[in-house]
Nanobody, 119 residues
């Protein structure tokens, strides 16, 4: 089994910063990608940023230049700067990995952390 534990959400004023962290633990043989999705009330979940095993990064257009994804072993971070009210959402950590050479790739999700941008 694999567990993802997120931290770092909260309330911040527009223009402020937050840093989200997500640590993966359990049976992990190879991580393919780690990333962050978000879901605002009444909206579909969307990919915010992802980082692959070769360190290539992918960002949602609306966060480019403001958010930075990074990874240290089994932990992924999302540095969020210049936050806007429209960034308000529940942020979910996600990883695609293999638990062993005998396992297929599988997706795992964190429990979500609330980010609220408001004055």
């Amino acid at each position: 089994q694999v567990q993802l534990v997120e931290s770092g959400g909260g309330l911040v004023q527009p223009g402020g910063s937050l840093r989200l962290s997500c640590a993966a633990s359990g049976n992990i043989w190879r991580i393919n990608t780690m990333g962050w999705h978000r879901q605002a009330p009444g909206k579909q979940r969307e990919l915010v940023a992802s980082i692959s095993s070769d360190s290539s990064r992918n960002y949602l257009d609306s966060v480019k230049g403001r958010f930075t994804i990074s990874r240290d072993k089994n932990t992924v971070y999302l540095q969020m700067n210049s936050l806007k009210p429209e960034d308000t959402a529940v942020y979910y950590c996600n990883t695609n990995l293999r638990e062993s050479p005998l396992h297929f790739e599988a997706d795992y999700w964190g429990q979500g952390t609330q980010v609220t941008v408001s004055s």
